[in-house]
């Protein structure tokens, strides 16, 4: 007598089969997230034990090693956010899918990291705290390791709910925290937390302003042009020249500190240069890519994709020069003052503690970076690769103007402010052509108030969300590094 299943028992067995795939599928799908936390804690933990490998043994062995772990988890939070403001709207404009975005951004941050990335780095963060009220190597340490602490876990709750922040003043607010924890608050230079605070208003509003005008200036010239493809064909070319000719005094100015010091005159010479060298050499290339295409708009979105990707990759290049440096000053600090015993205003920073923030970054954009890569790229307002082009202009040129000004600015909200510009230029463009305004507007179908306030181009929710989060970025840091400070020195010293 046969034992093989019959009939009804098939019908069984089947049922119960599919029903342990489904169980097996919803398993890994919700054990999928923590793949990416292991990894990240891995990474965590082999920074620690490489940061007592190259220390060395001493008295201050173990204070480093858990400096390093912080610093290494700071890291992967800077790229899970900052680095979607880099990525977000060539992504968000289907110039780059995800995967290759995140390759991009990887290598290109990494690189600026090591091989530009500033040998030195200010301890106490744009100097708004006096040194000499921090005088005591124990409490520095301490400060600077509540300062890293904290930065850390605002920007990792800042990704968690989705606000695009800036690292660097989350590192201001930690140190201006810990600083008035130990000293007092006449311990604080209030004239520079001034200019950080313009900072905040200043930056995403030129971002905004200087992205719209751009985007005025590709409506005005090729988009309403009669003969579009001829319009593009002489104004594209030109703006790959302006883009090449930013980036260039942008990434001298900003990016090559570490290979030689370039003032800004001889930034703007190196720019104006190479500008008209993309000139040159774009056009006879714009004309050719141009040749059989259809007069629409469609059309000359196409001829932006390549430079498009070009000015993302420079932007992320840009940002590892310029902000890792930033967001591992409190852990080259800490390696500082272990080993000697003190502290000065600005330190080396060591090959390894750079190492440990490009290597963290590039985990941390691979794990965790596409939540803020959407935000920034497609949920804020809708992006084409027009509109990207000009937010990622206008982030390199408003860095070139607040650096002349003197201002110190964030590479996170210039780049927003960018994204929100060119939503609220067309809400605002929109609502001319519905009224109609001037002779040459074209008149379209009229559509009731509460029907276009559904229609808002930029989404309130998340304007308002990453706002809110830009302004209590410091206060909140401030306020966690405060508490991680006494904590620390009352509990831990």
Known sequence: MSDAPKGQQWKTLDTDLHRISRVEQAATYAARPMVGFGIALVFIVFAALSAGIFFGYSSSTYVVIAAAAFGAYMAVNIGANDVANNMGPAVGAKALSMGGAILIAAICESAGALLAGGDVVSTI???????????????????????????????????????????????????????????????VNWSSMSMIAASWVISPVLGGVIAAGFLALIKAQILYQEDKIAAARRWVPILVGVMAGVFAAYLSLKGLKKIVHIDMGMALFIGLVLGIVAYAVSRPAIIRASVGMENRNKSVKILFGLPLVFSAALLSFAHGANDVANAVGPLAAIVHASEFGGFEAKVSIPTWVMVIGAFGISFGLFLF?????????????KLNPMRAYCVALS???????????????????????????????REWHMERRLRGAGANVVRVKRIAVEERRRRKL???????????????????AAAMSALIFIVLTKFVH
């Not at 304007?463 to 989060?469: E, Q």
């Open 369 to 381: 970076g596409p939540k803020l890569i959407r935000m920034v790229g497609s949920q804020i307002t």
């Open 125 to 187: 963060s744009k100097g708004i705290i006096d040194p000499t009220s921090v005088a005591d190597a124990q409490v520095f340490i301490w400060a600077m390791m509540a300062a890293l602490i904290s930065s850390a876990l605002w920007v990792n709750l800042a990704t968690w709910v989705g606000a695009p922040v800036s690292t660097t003043h989350s590192v201001v607010g930690g140190v201006l925290g810990a600083g008035i924890a130990a000293a007092g608050l006449s311990a």
């Open 458 to 476: 930029v989404r309130r929710s998340h304007f308002m969300t990453i706002i809110a989060a830009w302004v209590i970025t410091v206060p909140a």
């Open 395 to 425: 982030a390199a040129i408003t860095v070139i103007v607040a650096s002349w000004l003197g201002l110190p600015v964030s590479s996170t909200h210039i780049a927003v402010g960018g994204v929100f510009g060119v939503g609220f230029y």
